[in-house]
């Protein structure tokens, strides 16, 4: 009985994070990127300084229609929003938070989390396919070439902490780290990083759904709640993101003075205000500049960095 | 050659990106909080027009010079008696209506240029949006009260010509002064 009860509290958990972190990363990047362009940002809603404003955002998108285009794919294009979010619910339950903070424990927590993370891509591949629309197929093709690009690095990176810890647990790696890793790791946790901003099409690795060029991408004929669960689904990742690489690369809790998951959230809320930075300096990547970065640049220095991570293992 | 400093170039651009938005980030932003905060607006904004109706003759020089035609005036003539017994009655001309009609004013402001007695001003007020097009004709009382809103002009420039009203005033302060002089030397 006590086991149900403490599954449940897990979920509850990781639920209750995994619906009040991206609000919070999506809160910060409309102050923080205001005020990176010399604006004020959301103003009103809830009184103080807009702090409301994605829930207001959230009840705006649960009033509008629900339009399913008629030459779609019905089925599919309904889909689509469920198999792009729920990975990354799903991720949320084995990433380890603090020293016995963590939804359950997956004996290869890497190879879970980058195979369950690989399935939220298909969900915009879908939507791509399925809404019978010429931008949103063109998107989903870009998407399909950017995660090919881009898969590479993201799991060569990971690779190199797993190899350098001995372990694919997330929380035997963060157990096994230590401070000199930042040195050692440096190249592949940038490697890491900027792998799963492309993966997450943050800008300025949006390509797929460049507004600008292909009104949204897969996500063109996308209203109401669904368009919205694409949207969660996107500062989902980033909070699955920045969580995985201050697990993997920056110690997770391990922190001066003491360990606590106090580290791990700060060093989480750090690295997304970088993604948010990112966005706000970078014009959006072309497409042949997209995948020059990933296959001369990102996985040479991930195959280089698992060279390094190798030598050092065995020289130790 | 050309390629490799173009490359090395590159990776201080983009540092250089993230310092611009991170200084810019740690400024205050520019942003007007508009119906929070009224905005500042330099002195020679040109909002609204505003009337001086004492300085008005009703000569009409405003309305007939404004290239819309958006500006009506009814004046009728008083007789004003003679101010000594045996002089002459004046008549002058009393403004009944000043109008503009700001759907057609397209704020050229000739009509502030044109005007002989300074009767009519710029004011910087610009909340008078209407729901109706036909509500945009504002009338005498509304033209008078937007008077308040008119700033003090700007200082003129050190280096600037003298105002010909003060320089006029001055040689009349030395001619008086000098006047008594000469009756000085007249009676010596």
Not at chain 1, 81 to 102: D, F, K, N, R, T
Not at chain 1, 116 to 142: E, F
Not at chain 1, 201 to 221: C, H, K, Q, S, W
Not at chain 1, 266 to 292: C, E, H, M, N, T
Request: hydrophobic share 50%.
């Amino acid at each position: 009985m006590s086991t149900v009860v403490e599954v449940a509290l897990h979920i509850v958990v990781v639920l209750a994070a995994f619906l009040t972190l991206p609000l919070l990363v999506g809160q910060m990047e409309h102050k923080a990127m205001a005020h990176m362009q010399s604006r004020v940002g959301p103003m009103y809603a809830g009184g103080f300084h807009g702090w409301a404003q994605l829930i207001a955002d959230g009840v705006k998108f649960a009033q509008k229609e629900d339009i399913t285009p008629a030459a779609a794919d019905a089925r599919v294009y309904r889909l689509a929003p469920a198999v792009a979010l729920i990975p990354y619910l799903v991720v949320m339950v084995a990433i380890p938070i603090g020293p016995g903070l963590i939804g359950q424990d997956v004996d290869a927590g890497i190879f879970f989390i980058l195979a369950v993370m690989g399935i939220g891509v298909l969900g915009t591949l879908m939507a791509g396919w399925a809404s019978a629309n010429k931008y949103s197929l063109i998107g989903a093709v870009r998407q399909a070439s950017q995660l090919l690009a881009y898969e590479l690095p993201f799991v060569l990176a990971a690779a190199s902490v797993a190899m350098a810890a001995g372990t694919l647990s997330l929380v035997g790696i963060v157990d096994a780290w230590e401070p000199w890793w930042l040195l050692w790791q440096l190249p592949g946790a940038i490697v890491f990083f900027i792998a799963g901003l492309a993966e997450l099409n943050r800008p300025p690795f949006d390509m797929p759904v460049a507004d600008a060029e292909i009104i949204f991408g897969p996500l063109t004929e996308y209203t109401g709640l669904r368009f919205a669960l694409f949207l969660l689904a996107e500062y989902a990742g980033i909070v699955v993101l920045c969580l995985l690489t201050s697990v993997l690369f920056l110690g997770g809790w391990q922190g001066p003075i003491f360990d606590s998951w106090v580290w791990t959230l700060a060093k989480a809320g750090v690295l997304a205000f970088v993604v948010i930075w990112l966005r706000v300096s970078y014009p959006r990547l072309r497409a042949d500049q997209l995948q020059r970065l990933a296959w001369q640049g990102l996985i040479p220095v991930a195959l280089l960095q698992l060279l390094l991570t190798g030598v050092v293992r065995v020289a130790w | 050659m050309v390629d490799q400093t173009r490359s090395s170039g590159r990776g201080a651009g983009l540092l250089k990106g993230l310092g611009v938005t991170f200084k810019t980030m740690t400024k205050r932003s520019i942003t007007d909080q508009y119906p929070d905060v009224k905005p500042e607006l330099p002195p020679r904004s040109r909002g609204v027009i505003a009337l001086m109706d004492e300085n008005c003759t009703s000569c009409m020089l405003c309305a007939r010079e404004c290239p819309d035609w958006c500006i009506y005036i009814d004046s009728h003539k008083e007789t004003i008696p003679a101010p000594e017994t045996g002089g002459r009655e004046r008549t002058r001309n009393v403004l009944d209506r000043f109008a503009i009609d700001f759907s057609l004013c397209m704020y050229c402001g000739i009509c502030i240029e044109v005007c002989p007695f300074d009767a009519l001003f710029w004011s910087p007020e610009f909340e008078y949006a209407e729901f109706d097009i036909r509500n945009m004709v504002h009338e005498k009382e509304r033209l008078v009260a937007w008077m308040e809103t008119v700033p003090a002009p700007p200082a003129v420039d050190s280096r600037a010509e003298e105002p010909k009203e003060l320089i006029a005033a001055r040689k009349a302060v030395e001619k008086a002064a000098q006047a008594p002089s000469v009756d000085d030397h007249g009676e010596a």
